[in-house]
């Protein structure tokens, strides 16, 4: 089976109420997450989940916050010795505008996302200003978007599940690195999300759902099933990662 290593880059950030994280705990802490692309090493294609923002605000500040640097997408490949035109697949947890503004430079890359994403990419709720479709014209136009309707292998080794819990067509990626079964997930969370601290354990809660989601109830229990189908979780939005070269 090939096994793949995971490197977080980070290509942006976002400084807001904690709360969007962690739903019902924690609300007026001002919280920084980074917003990342993950670099799939292995195999014999070159693959990202995600594309992060195409301006990212890079600051003192803000790299202090989250303790890593923050890098435009040409640096973040540079790292790797890649460009934007060297990605063959470009793996969507969704499509708020955070995780896929540099597609359009991916020109020569397939791209995997959930039908019902792409649907909402195009006719979001008012509710959802997340998305804006600017970011996903170019590459649906040239045919290199590869909608998906249910749970795909799409490589050796990568499988995308549908997790529904902050976007109706969020798919968390599961990938099989040397160490185990990693899940990058497909909703917007911490790693406190899947790890609360006592005093929301002791309310009899294992896991808290994400602050921005489809149906509260349904994204808890997707929460709690995605921590207990991996080996290595990955929470999107997860700060420790910032300074971490490689994963696990």
């Not at 200003?129 to 996903?136: H, M, Q």
């Not at 798919?171 to 899947?194: D, K, L, Q, W």
């Amino acid at each position: 089976m090939a096994t793949y290593r995971i490197h977080p880059i980070v290509l942006g950030t976002k400084i807001f109420d904690k709360g969007m994280m962690t739903y019902q705990h924690d609300y007026g802490t001002p919280y920084t997450i980074p917003i990342y692309a993950w670099y799939l090493e292995g195999g014999d294609r070159r693959i990202l989940v995600d594309t992060g923002e195409l301006s990212p605000i890079v600051s003192e500040d803000r790299e202090r916050a989250i303790g890593g640097r923050i890098h435009t997408f040409e640096e973040g490949l540079a790292r790797f010795g890649l460009a934007p035109g060297d990605i063959d697949v470009v793996i969507h947890t969704h499509l708020h505008n955070d995780h896929c503004e540099n597609d359009f430079k991916c020109e020569n890359a397939v791209f995997y996302v959930h039908e019902r994403e792409l649907a909402r990419a195009h006719d979001p709720h008012p509710l959802d200003f997340r998305y804006l479709e600017d970011y996903i014209l170019d590459v649906e136009a040239n045919g290199q978007i590869r909608p998906l309707a249910e749970d795909t292998e799409v490589l050796p080794g990568i499988r995308m599940v549908h997790t529904p819990a902050h976007t109706e067509g969020g798919m968390t990626v599961f990938v099989e690195t040397p160490s185990g079964t990693a899940a990058i997930t497909g909703f917007c969370v911490i790693r406190e999300n899947f790890f609360p601290p006592k005093r929301v354990t002791a309310m009899e809660m294992e896991v808290i759902p994400p602050g921005t989601h489809v149906n509260v109830y349904e994204a808890y229990d997707i929460v709690r099933r995605v921590r207990d189908m991996a080996d290595i979780l990955v929470p999107l939005h997860e700060p420790a990662f910032a300074s971490v070269e490689t994963l696990p």
